[in-house]
């Protein structure tokens, strides 16, 4: 079963806008990750939050998480062409070692 | 260069078939797992290994197997069992178990079709 649950499904946004996306999960969680997937290929690992941490930064990213919400969002600024991508929250738990996935957003980023 | 790799990129398996997806390591990992991907959706755990001759079966196991002989390497096997095998699969590595709070290293994925 799917731990997270993005939010929204698909969006396009214009070039040098801000690219925000929500990941909603249900239960607890030790970590949260993010993780970007270009067209059938890998998924390449972004940015971690911890479950005692609100706010992290990573270059254009910001990602915030809510524990009292099990919410988390990923804000990508000044987006760029090449920011095109699925975007995918995943979350692990401390009684798993298992990393669980949401279904994604894909992101369109038009020149 | 360090990574992960999967082969074949691309794999046509006949009804009634069993075929073996490759991954391979050279990160040092104890941890490595199988996911599969549909479109539209997300990623689901079929096996993970956290250490040389264990495995666990995931969300999804049902008409896969798998075996963990050496540290590097983890190979799927999809059996006939598997009763609607078409998908993107993807192996993913980590140095520790993902509570410990470490990222995962993918590799570039395996599209599997049955013809």
């Known amino acids: 079963s799917q731990q997270g649950e993005e939010d929204p499904q698909a969006l396009s946004i214009q070039e040098g806008e801000n690219a925000t996306m929500n990941c909603s999960y249900k239960t607890s969680i030790n970590n949260l990750q993010w993780y970007r997937q270009n067209s059938g290929r890998g998924l390449v690992h972004l940015i971690l939050?911890?479950?005692?941490?609100r706010e992290k930064h990573s270059g254009r990213l910001r990602v915030t998480l809510d524990t009292s919400k099990k919410s988390s969002s990923l804000l990508i600024t000044a987006s760029r062409a090449a920011d095109t991508a699925s975007y995918f929250c995943a979350t692990d738990s401390r009684h798993d070692y298992k990393l669980s996935f949401g279904a994604g957003t894909t992101v369109t980023v038009r020149a | 260069d360090g990574g992960i790799t999967q082969s074949p990129k691309y794999l046509f398996r006949k009804e009634g078939q069993n075929v073996t997806l490759s991954c391979e390591q050279n990160?040092?990992?104890?941890?490595m797992y199988w996911y599969r991907q549909d479109p539209g959706q997300g990623l689901r755990l079929i096996y993970y290994?956290?250490?040389?001759?264990?495995?666990q079966k995931g969300d999804i196991a049902e008409g896969y197997s798998v075996s963990r002989e050496k540290k590097e390497s983890f190979p799927l096997t999809v059996t006939s069992a598997q009763k609607n095998p078409t998908a993107f699969y993807l192996c993913a590595s980590s140095s520790l178990g993902f509570s410990s709070g470490t990222e995962a290293f993918f590799g570039q994925g395996t599209r599997l079709t049955v013809v």
């Open positions: 990160l040092n990992h104890d941890a």
């Open positions: 939050i911890r479950s005692n941490e």
């Open positions: 290994s956290q250490i040389v001759n264990d495995f």
